[in-house]
């Protein structure tokens, strides 16, 4: 053989090997999805995967279905449509943030990412993080939860997954009617399905399927926390071992058929024109989704402000109690949390609109349910502890109600946790999301936002914030909640220098939360 021929030979099979590594392919069994690598971050992305079929026809408002089998090799390299979006509550007297909607959106929106460090290794056991993205359940997307950016802050070592799920009326709608004819929580159980999917298909892409943390923010870790109480704390086969909460979201969440719930079914009815359907059930699903979203929008913005109308319920199954009732038992499915709050959650909640004419009347129209006692009782507690202001106080309210006391409850439930605080001014509702995903941070220190962002990192890959990859982390020996209640604030001096430390939990705030 000529050595011109051995050279086209060798060039021909390097080639080979090159187009393989940058546009690898993964089967699924139902598809095969080719994804891509990028050199200059030597990360591969996978975008678009289909993880259920469209819930769309008879299948809205149903539990998520496997996806049909297709043939050929699906490019995953585009965006996929978001779910349709909604807004939050703008109304200043009702009882029930206004944020832009995404685009492109679709009501067939269950499709999830999938990165992961290098080249493609099915065999690398790889931990997991599977991550959730916030809204108040009814915007958001996956779109700028960059994997990229969570690898690179664990330096590499770990496979991301960004799920997208059914939100507002579309996956939130309760009531009697559509526990008879379909199913509550339907955007939790697309959650459950994609952390099914994660489970049986993400040793294709290296990860290890017993090795799974769930993160998430706002909404997303609101989400968290459902999967935490699911099953009343009992889920099995379980679906994940850690779970990470940045700004714990959990709202009033009511029995399936109790009086909120159902006028929200009722208003659904009358704003799709199912008011005289012998079945106003069958007349809601089959509507145009057009007509839907617009009633979904109409409804959301009719909610009292900063607060948002279609959220999870007790639905007797998947979650079979109050959340709180299961922290309290001490319940939960996985071994490890790591949560982190924000010093002022609920400053973006309170409007600014209107001023807040007492803070009787605001506690009364944020708890529809509370009688005159209690509200004074919440009047009393938030008038007496230094914040200057109705506006002040009803950030306090709002904020740890909703909040930072679901988090306290995870802490106290789990056999092993860790608590953060954030606190760079103004340390208010996602400021924190910039030093661990694009975006720009408010105090761009580098040191800072490495210790910052690799302590998620250290839990996801060893369960452990203390165990970050880079030996010059400035944050110091940080222990568990349950060894002196005490968390870690992560601030910055007015000297504009990193400010990390150990401080213990405030107990009057503890007793607010009980």
Same mark, same amino acid.
């Given at each position: 053989?000529?050595?011109?021929?051995?050279?086209?030979?060798?060039?021909?099979?390097?080639?080979?090997?090159?187009?393989?590594?940058?546009?690898?392919?993964?089967?699924?069994?139902?598809?095969?999805?080719?994804?891509?690598?990028?050199?200059?971050?030597?990360?591969?992305?996978?975008?678009?995967?289909?993880?259920? %079929?469209?819930?769309?026809?008879?299948?809205?408002?149903?539990?998520?279905?496997?996806?049909?089998?297709?043939?050929?090799?699906?490019?995953?390299?585009?965006?996929?449509?978001?779910?349709?979006?909604?807004?939050?509550?703008?109304?200043?007297?009702?009882?029930?943030?206004?944020?832009?909607?995404?685009?492109?959106?679709?009501?067939?929106?269950?499709?999830?990412?999938?990165?992961?460090?290098?080249?493609?290794?099915?065999?690398?056991?790889?931990?997991?993080?599977?991550?959730?993205?916030?809204?108040?359940?009814?915007?958001?997307?996956?779109?700028?939860?960059?994997?990229?950016?969570?690898?690179?802050?664990?330096?590499?070592?770990?496979?991301?997954?960004?799920?997208?799920?059914?939100?507002?009326?579309?996956?939130?709608?309760?009531?009697?009617?559509?526990?008879?004819?379909?199913?509550?929580?339907?955007?939790?159980?697309?959650?459950?399905?994609?952390?099914?999917?994660?489970?049986?298909?993400?040793?294709?892409?290296?990860?290890?399927?017993?090795?799974?943390?769930?993160?998430?923010? %706002?909404?997303?870790?609101?989400?968290?926390?459902?999967?935490?109480?699911?099953?009343?704390?009992?889920?099995?086969?379980?679906?994940?071992?850690?779970?990470?909460?940045?700004?714990?979201?959990?709202?009033?969440?009511?029995?399936?058929?109790?009086?909120?719930?159902?006028?929200?079914?009722?208003?659904?009815?009358?704003?799709?024109?199912?008011?005289?359907?012998?079945?106003?059930?069958?007349?809601?699903?089959?509507?145009?989704? %057009?007509?839907?979203?617009?009633?979904?929008?109409?409804?959301?913005?009719?909610?009292?402000?900063?607060?948002?109308?279609?959220?999870?319920?007790?639905?007797?199954?998947?979650?079979?109690?109050?959340?709180?009732?299961?922290?309290?038992?001490?319940?939960?499915?996985?071994?490890?949390?790591?949560?982190?709050?924000?010093?002022?959650?609920?400053?973006?909640?309170?409007?600014?609109?209107?001023?807040?004419?007492?803070?009787?009347?605001?506690?009364?129209?944020?708890?529809?349910?509370?009688?005159?006692?209690?509200?004074?009782?919440?009047?009393?507690?938030?008038?007496?502890?230094?914040?200057?202001?109705?506006?002040?106080?009803?950030?306090?309210?709002?904020?740890?109600?909703?909040?930072?006391?679901?988090?306290?409850?995870?802490?106290?439930?789990?056999?092993?946790?860790?608590?953060?605080?954030?606190?760079?001014?103004?340390?208010?509702?996602?400021?924190?999301?910039?030093?661990?995903?694009?975006?720009?941070?408010?105090?761009?220190?580098?040191?800072?936002?490495?210790?910052?962002?690799? %302590?998620?990192?250290?839990?996801?890959?060893?369960?452990?914030?203390?165990?970050?990859?880079?030996?010059?982390?400035?944050?110091?020996?940080?222990?568990?909640?349950?060894?002196?209640?005490?968390?870690?604030?992560?601030?910055?001096?007015?000297?504009?220098?990193?400010?990390?430390?150990?401080?213990?939990?405030?107990?009057?705030?503890?007793?607010?939360?009980?």
């Amino acid at each position: 053989m000529s050595l011109i021929r051995v050279c086209v030979l060798i060039g021909a099979s390097l080639a080979t090997v090159n187009a393989a590594t940058s546009s690898p392919v993964v089967n699924l069994g139902y598809a095969q999805y080719q994804g891509a690598l990028n050199t200059t971050t030597n990360v591969t992305t996978f975008m678009g995967i289909r993880y259920a %079929s469209p819930p769309t026809g008879t299948l809205r408002f149903q539990a998520p279905q496997a996806p049909a089998t297709v043939s050929g090799v699906q490019i995953a390299n585009v965006i996929a449509p978001t779910c349709l979006q909604g807004i939050g509550g703008d109304s200043p007297n009702q009882p029930f943030p206004i944020q832009k909607r995404a685009s492109p959106a679709s009501e067939d929106c269950l499709f999830l990412n999938v990165f992961l460090p290098g080249t493609l290794s099915p065999h690398a056991k790889l931990p997991v993080i599977v991550w959730i993205h916030g809204g108040g359940y009814a915007t958001g997307s996956m779109i700028g939860a960059d994997g990229t950016d969570l690898i690179q802050d664990g330096q590499g070592g770990v496979v991301v997954v960004a799920i997208q799920y059914r939100l507002g009326a579309f996956g939130f709608l309760a009531g009697a009617e559509v526990k008879k004819n379909g199913v509550l929580n339907a955007g939790l159980l697309d959650q459950q399905f994609a952390l099914q999917w994660v489970q049986k298909h993400i040793a294709s892409f290296g990860g290890d399927h017993n090795k799974v943390t769930i993160w998430g923010e %706002s909404a997303g870790a609101g989400s968290v926390l459902q999967h935490v109480v699911a099953h009343g704390g009992r889920t099995n086969p379980s679906l994940f071992q850690k779970a990470i909460t940045s700004s714990t979201f959990l709202p009033f969440q009511y029995p399936f058929d109790g009086v909120v719930p159902e006028a929200i079914y009722s208003a659904v009815v009358n704003q799709t024109n199912c008011t005289s359907a012998l079945d106003t059930f069958a007349c809601v699903q089959a509507i145009d989704a %057009s007509i839907l979203e617009t009633a979904n929008n109409n409804i959301a913005f009719s909610g009292f402000e900063g607060t948002f109308v279609f959220v999870p319920v007790v639905d007797g199954s998947f979650i079979v109690e109050r959340p709180t009732q299961t922290f309290a038992r001490g319940t939960v499915n996985g071994q490890v949390y790591h949560g982190v709050t924000n010093s002022f959650e609920g400053a973006n909640f309170v409007s600014t609109k209107i001023p807040l004419t007492t803070l009787t009347a605001y506690v009364t129209k944020l708890f529809p349910a509370f009688g005159p006692t209690q509200v004074s009782q919440v009047v009393d507690t938030y008038s007496n502890i230094g914040l200057n202001g109705t506006f002040n106080q009803a950030v306090g309210i709002i904020g740890e109600c909703i909040f930072i006391c679901p988090t306290y409850f995870m802490l106290k439930a789990f056999p092993l946790s860790h608590k953060g605080e954030f606190a760079i001014p103004p340390a208010r509702h996602g400021g924190d999301v910039p030093y661990y995903f694009p975006g720009v941070p408010g105090f761009n220190n580098t040191a800072f936002i490495k210790s910052f962002s690799q %302590s998620f990192l250290a839990v996801a890959k060893f369960g452990d914030p203390n165990m970050t990859p880079d030996p010059e982390n400035i944050t110091p020996q940080w222990n568990a909640y349950a060894l002196g209640d005490t968390e870690m604030v992560f601030n910055k001096t007015d000297a504009g220098l990193p400010d990390i430390h150990p401080s213990a939990t405030d107990p009057a705030l503890i007793s607010r939360c009980k």
